[in-house]
């Protein structure tokens, strides 16, 4: 470059020493012939950065200024130096400024010295994008975010080494759009493929972001990606670049896809309690369409063998292989270390489930065959623990050639394998439970009827001992008597209780419906409960109401009438009741309101439940049935009750029935 100054052409020969200084002078300087073409530069022109070319003997002016609307102005005022030999000082540009001077032999312009400055400005902001180039990469790759660039021009598709590696690519090895598009997950590649070429048209804005699958073309790895992209285009609309970055996302999509299998095993398990055989076949079909290639359940017996039971393959076709490995599963423990699990309480993940270890495995040659045929590559047994035992076991194979389970898909089968252990273990109270309440319910039902017997001789007998009653000898008993009675015939009710209660648990609750008169058989009850009324110290309030038919069964409602004015009467000792019976539409409504204790809200919800009271044992006698009871008739009758209450503001409970219940 300095040879440029060096070599003095013969027309412009400078003395040595001017030609020293002029190189080394620090602002840039270029002497340009007739044609304004380039003859001599210094070596400060030479290191400018905003011009567009390096400058060069030969060049023209035209090429070495920036590309612009101000270059033709400085052009023609250059030109113009040389017409009038008139110089022009600075004549300030964007990027500089340029002043010109004629060089003169004897009258004759022969040449021009032209001074360029450059605008410090370039030379900062270069350095400043340099600086935040090099940020935007070392965030890149603390990101863990890789780069890559299309050029269509070229068919380069340039990949920076992160890329090359989320790709499971060596190095080195070139990419291209096909080999991109051949590794991307065959589920994912149409609509990438559709995604990108959506990008590169210019309507489109050339945006482009997306998620998918890779397969590493070395590693043969599965890795979610984030792709984020620009396409560029020119004036015309053709596509110039496309660019953008690739983040590894793997682990938030399999945290999601574990999240979403489990929530939804957990929905199948909690289906239904009863159907346990039917919902584990779901359960390992759901683990064979996600997280494995096929899965075994086998459930524990108290012997310890594992009786078949669910089995699931993601290739229809192969179904019935697996079916066949059932065949093998509930052999007595011990026979393979597939099953130790069921001891140990431990699980193991298989990472390579080759020959040796098949052979290690299989509990005779038969099973070796069909392990073979299954080929699975990778395997994981984990027991089903839960409430400190084991319920059983899990086997989950994968059989895709690369697909290999870590620790992470072992965390989340063990998971499976626990909620599927607790959903067992509830199974397993459920049953204890049901029958225990089978056994409370059979021992109700006997021992209310074996009741049943002595009481109605006992009352018989009552009666027959009144009947049988000298006037003298009725005065020396007293209330003797009738207390007895009244006592018998509470224990009477007691014991009628307990036997509605085990019909209606065993669905037995008969109703003998018929055209009756409701106003009619509520003063009756009213009329047999008076000394009830009396004792408590409660008026009952029944306005005159017009006669109610309706096709109702009266044992059943009076039963109903009697507990809802008894209560009212035992919880509102002391206050009014009022009785209110109307007739809307097809329906009739009768509402029994005291002014006693009330109920507080929290127990509300409970009170028509079987023995739910709200009053303590201490204070209230009672079994907690009556509102039960009632509500099994009323909802018998196609009707409803319900009940409104403040604490201390009193109770009311509001019977509604159809007048014709449907057949
Ligand atoms: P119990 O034999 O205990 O009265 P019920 O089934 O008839 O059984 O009533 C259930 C519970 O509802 C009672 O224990 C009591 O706590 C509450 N209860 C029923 N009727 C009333 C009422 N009128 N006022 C306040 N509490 C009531």
């Keep these: 470059m300095n040879g440029a100054l060096e070599e003095p052409a013969s027309r412009l020969d400078l003395e040595t020493v001017q030609l020293e200084v002029v190189w080394n002078a620090p602002i840039g300087i270029a002497l340009v012939d007739q044609r304004l073409q380039v003859v001599r530069f210094n070596r400060a022109l030479a290191g ?41 000082p600075w004549l300030e540009l964007e990027w500089g400024r340029v002043s010109c001077h004629p060089l003169h032999e004897g009258l004759e312009v022969v040449g021009l010295c032209l001074y360029v400055e450059e605008v410090p400005e370039p030379k900062l902001a270069r350095e400043a994008l340099q600086v935040s180039e090099e940020r935007l990469r070392m965030s890149l790759a603390s990101a863990s975010i890789g780069t890559w660039d299309y050029n269509p021009a070229t068919g380069e598709f340039l990949c920076d080494s992160r890329t090359q590696a989320l790709f499971g690519a060596p ?36 945006g482009y972001e997306t998620e998918y699958r890779v397969i590493g073309i070395q590693d043969g790895v599965e890795r979610w990606l984030s792709a984020q992209g620009r396409a560029w285009f020119d004036e015309q609309g053709q ?53 494995c290639t096929y899965c ?60 040796e270890v098949r052979q290690r495995y299989a509990v005779s040659p038969e099973h070796l065959a069909l392990m073979n045929t299954l080929d699975a590559h990778s395997v994981m047994t984990v027991p089903m623990r839960a409430g400190g035992k084991v319920h059983g076991m899990m086997i989950l194979a994968a059989c895709a050639p690369r697909r290999r389970f870590d620790d992470q898909d ?63 000898c009725r005065a ?59 004792q408590a110290g409660c008026r009952v309030d029944f306005p005159a109401t017009p006669p109610v038919h309706g096709y109702w069964d009266p044992l059943r409602l009076d039963q109903v009438l009697v ?27 009768l509402t029994v309101r005291d002014e006693g204790i009330g109920i507080a809200p929290g127990d509300l919800p409970r009170l028509f439940s079987r023995f739910g009271r709200a009053v303590s044992e201490r204070h209230y006698g009672g079994l907690g049935l009556g509102l039960f009871i009632s509500k099994q008739i009323v909802e018998a009758m196609q009707g409803s009750i319900r009940v409104e209450s403040e604490p201390s503001r009193g109770s009311t409970f509001t019977v509604e029935l159809p007048l014709c219940p449907p057949a």
């Design 410 to 472: 072992l965390s989340l089968a063990e998971e499976l394998a626990h909620r599927v252990g607790m959903s067992l273990e509830n199974l397993r109270l459920y049953e204890e439970a049901r029958q225990a309440v089978g056994l409370r319910d059979e021992f109700l039902s006997v021992a209310s009827h074996e009741l049943k017997t002595p009481l109605t001789s006992l009352k018989l007998q009552h009666a027959l001992i009144a009947k049988s009653l000298t006037p003298e």
């Design 296 to 355: 075994i359940i086998g459930v524990a017996r108290a012997d310890g063998r594992l009786p078949r039971v669910a089995a699931a393959h993601r290739e229809p076709s192969q179904e019935h292989l697996v079916q066949a490995a059932l065949r093998f599963v509930p052999q007595a423990p011990g026979t393979s270390p597939l099953l130790e699990g069921v001891h140990t309480g431990k699980s193991a993940l298989i990472r390579e489930f080759t020959q």
């Design 239 to 291: 596509l110039l670049r496309f660019s953008g970055t690739v983040l590894d996302i793997t682990h938030r999509k399999r945290a999601e896809a574990s999240a979403r299998f489990l929530s939804e095993a957990s929905r199948l398990l909690a289906e239904r309690l009863d159907r346990a055989e039917e919902i584990l076949e779901r359960v390992a079909r759901l683990a064979a369409s996600s997280i």
């Design 476 to 534: 020396s008993l007293g209330a003797r008597l009738p207390k007895a009675m009244r006592q018998v015939e509470r224990l009477t009710t007691l014991v009628d209780s307990l036997l509605d209660v085990s019909r209606i648990g065993a669905g037995r609750l008969g109703l003998e419906p018929i055209e009756m008169e409701l106003t009619g058989l509520l003063r009756e009850v009213m009329e047999r409960l008076s000394e009830v009324f009396a």
């Design 171 to 206: 190095p080195d090895l070139r990419m291209d759009c096909e080999r991109f598009f051949s590794i991307i997950h065959p589920e994912d590649r149409e609509r990438t493929r559709q995604l990108v070429q959506r990008a590169e048209s210019p309507e489109s804005g050339g």
């Design 48 to 88: 400018l950065h905003g011009l567009r070319s390096r400058a060069w003997p030969g060049m023209s002016l035209a090429e070495v200024f920036p590309a612009e609307e101000a270059t033709r102005e400085l052009l023609w005022r250059i030109q113009q130096v040389l017409a009038t030999g008139r110089p022009f």
């Design 563 to 589: 507990n809802l004015l008894s209560n009212a009467a035992k919880y509102g000792a002391g206050k009014p009741i009022h009785v209110r019976v109307a007739v809307e539409g097809e329906w009739t409504r």
